[in-house]
């Protein structure tokens, strides 16, 4: 059953992003392959985080030796709140489907993927290790309204599962997506978060920080680089800076291909909103030299960031930075000063693990959940991350890291999550446009001050929390209010 509440009753009083359960991470534990993961569009907490939970449940049902070929053994999925609300135009329902066969959204090719639910409909079982349990994506899946069991949901991406066997019911699993493909194990009693984010997450780090000033201070204190407090930190937490830089290295080779496809791509975009890809088109004209005279090189952030996010809103491969609806401003901005400095590839990885930081902070403080605080945590807070990559990449000083981050949020607060049909295409795309222009903006005025500046980062990320639980829903991601009506 669809339920188009506009006034749900998830709970006000909550903290965003988790911030109420037992044990939320610090910003030092969440580190930069915690931010930047590899996957597929079209959005990070609607298409991979439902997709790892479906996994995770697949796996759960493996481990625990339920499976059996049993005609009486029925599969069920439940999608509440914004899952529901935008979740056909997210592909929540197909990307449940895959999770559920045993695809990740990594390593599993995106066509395989999308194809995924198709084959369910005609062959109605997923195999798990001999087995087949009978689900029927039409039948078994459930898009549901603001409550669960008459209460308010822990979280506005809550997703069920459960196996029933009649009505025994033999597993249960409730999950919420909180943005950026995290998902979280909620226990469905208390409410509080079950799952860890990460292996030793309970360990102590060298260099603690939990606010941008503690940051920005232990770089000062130590004489350290930025990236090297992290990388210091991540290997006391199990990630030697080989395996981190290996890893980030593929990142940053996908963010390139995914501009790569986008920039030779055409065509009008999935969803039926008969948007047509333009990243292409704006690129021959680029090239040669038909923009606008005063337009000239600058619109080449833009063009990068729109092939992006078009590969994303067509379900490609992209990586989630720190979203995947905000997954086209990092790129473009990487790209834009390569081109035009001579960064090497390390420096391209240092700048990743600094972005990683801010990401990090805003997870912590406020949200990268445009469910939670609309788009202003996802378009926003990727801005401010390129921001501060961008000005670590070009020599800059912690404190003037600090002040770029700072402007590339402060000028997106406020800003609603309203995309039309619930597709992660308009505004979406030419939000991630304007944020990689701003980026580099926010950069080049840190740079050219010394990074002295009033408004602390900290300071906007409480404002940034409190813009977003003072929000409308009407405007977090539940296609009821703004641009989504038409
Ligand atoms: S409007 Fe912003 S937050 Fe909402 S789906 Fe688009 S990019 Fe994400």
Redesign the pocket.
Known sequence: MYTSNPLPAFDERRQPDGANSKSAMRADHIGPLDMFKIGVGP?SSHTVGPMIAALEFRNKVESEGLAADDTDLRLEVELFGSLSATGKGHSTDSAVCAGLAGMHPETSPPEEIWAEKDSLSLAPYIEVGEHAIKFQPEKDIFWQGWTIDGKALPHPNTIRFRLWRDNQLLLAQLTVSVGGGFVEQIDPVSGERVSAQRPGEDREVPYPYNSAQEFVLQCQRHNKQPWEIVIANEAALGRSELFLRENLGQILETMESSIKRGLIAEGILPGGLNVRRRAKELHLQLLSGKTPGWAGGDLKPSIYAMSVSEENAAGGRVVTAP?N??SGIIPAVWRTLKEGHDLSRQMMENGLIVASVVGALVKTHASIS?AEV??Q???GTSCAMAAAGAVAMLGGSPSQIEQAAEIGIEHHLGM????IKGL?QI??IE??AMGAVKALNAAALSLASDGTHLVSLDRVLEVMKQTGLEMNQKYK?TATGGLALG
């Open positions: 959005s979203t609806g905000s445009g609309g788009c945590g996802e378009v609603t999550c309203d995309p992660v505004p979406c939000r991630n991601e």
